[in-house]
């Protein structure tokens, strides 16, 4: 590891990557955000290599993916550190690293992580973290029990919105919380953006149908079987319509990524996610030309290769990212869902050494798929 932290606030990750800019200026440079989100963050945008293809990586998409800016971070450090190894790769690639497209959740969840694991050393982080995923798991077995107790993941930690910096954040917070019956120890499980809504849940292409499939469950799944998922919420909440304007992060990506494709040559498209050791997705075949089916069959077997992460077909495929597979031909469009420890957020560092190893195969997988496309 060349990063010497795993669980990185906010602001220290924006400083570490605007340290490596002024560092290795030859390498990494910083782009204009490509969007603001509602309450006034950047969405960061970094630059790595100078070819004519395309590679765009996002992380956070969902804010308590906590390992995804690890890991993100992660590459960054390890191309430039080991430039000798992969400056090959940045005469023919540019790399479009976007390392938290949701700011605001992921404050909203490290923030009260970090005031829990603020002075522990890396043994104690990893028993605590394994604690939180034997009480997550039991809160499954629990739900699936159909017992009706209290939570038990949300017993482990101190919470508070008062951990949140940005009052009117934390303000939105606190009402969002108020009108879901929920109280703030959900706050380290916060997915959406700070205005309640799900990044990829806003679907592009099948809105009306994900909007349905909400409001017919009207809450998440498993141990998050009390958290609404059709009003602004912390997990799952599609938007009220498509692109909706409470959804910035949605709109800027996509402006991002059609004008990179339609510019350039867009090779490779990840958004990693949390948690699972799997990726995602087969495109709805209907939707699908036959070359860009193969075009992403193949990727799901390139990149699972290295990772051994399970490819998944999923019957239902409302997601943003599922929009992205069927409409970027020629394209592969992968989400990846790092960890194989369960438990957002923590749960994926309560085994630092294997995390490690698999931090090494997915830097790996991504180079490996790259020379894989190349050559077919
Ligand atoms: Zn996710």
Not at 272 to 279: C, D, F, V, W
Not at 322 to 341: A, M
Not at 351 to 368: R, V
Request: proline share 4%; hydrophobic share 35%.
């Amino acid at each position: 590891m060349f990063l010497n932290k795993y669980i990185l606030s906010y602001n220290d990750v924006i400083y570490r990557l605007d340290k490596l800019c002024k560092n290795y200026s030859n390498i990494i440079i910083k782009k204009e955000p490509i969007g603001y989100t509602s309450f006034g963050f950047p969405i960061d945008y970094y630059k790595i290599g100078n070819g004519s293809k395309d590679v765009v990586l996002i992380a956070a998409t969902h804010g308590c993916e906590l390992v995804t800016i690890t890991f993100l971070l992660e590459f960054v450090y390890t191309i430039i550190k080991k430039n000798d190894k992969y400056s090959k790769y940045l005469n023919k690639y540019s790399f479009h690293i976007i390392p938290i497209l949701n700011p605001e959740g992921y404050i909203i969840s490290s923030s009260n992580v970090l005031n829990n694991i603020k002075n522990m050393d890396l043994i104690s982080l990893q028993n605590y973290c394994k604690k939180y995923v034997e009480l997550y798991e039991q809160d499954d077995l629990n739900a699936e029990k159909e017992l009706k107790c209290e939570k038990l993941y949300k017993n482990l930690m101190t919470i508070s919105s008062e951990f949140i910096a940005y009052s009117n954040l934390r303000y939105n917070v606190d009402k969002i919380l108020a009108e879901c019956k929920l109280d703030n120890r959900v706050l380290p499980i916060w997915s959406s953006n700070g205005m309640g809504i799900d990044i990829n849940a806003n679907s592009i292409h099948e809105f009306e149908n994900m909007k349905n499939l909400k409001n017919t469950s009207k809450y998440g799944r498993l141990r998050y079987n009390d958290i609404p998922v059709n009003i602004p919420s912390p997990h799952g909440y599609p938007g009220d319509n498509i692109f909706d304007k409470k959804c910035p992060e949605n709109i800027a990506l996509y402006n991002f990524i059609n004008k990179i494709y339609n510019n350039r040559n867009l090779k490779l498209f990840i958004s990693y996610h949390s948690t699972g050791a799997e990726i995602y997705g087969y495109p709805q075949i209907k939707l699908t030309t036959n070359n860009q089916f193969n075009t992403i069959l193949n990727g799901l077997n390139y990149y699972s290769e290295l990772t051994n992460y399970t490819p998944i077909n999923e019957n239902i495929k409302y997601g943003v990212m599922d929009y992205y597979r069927i409409s970027l031909e020629n394209t592969v469009t992968l989400t990846v869902e790092l960890s194989k420890i369960n438990g957002n957020p923590i749960g994926p560092f309560s085994n630092i050494q294997s995390l490690n190893k698999e931090f090494t195969n997915n830097i790996n997988s991504i180079f490996y798929t790259l020379d894989c496309i190349s050559k077919k």
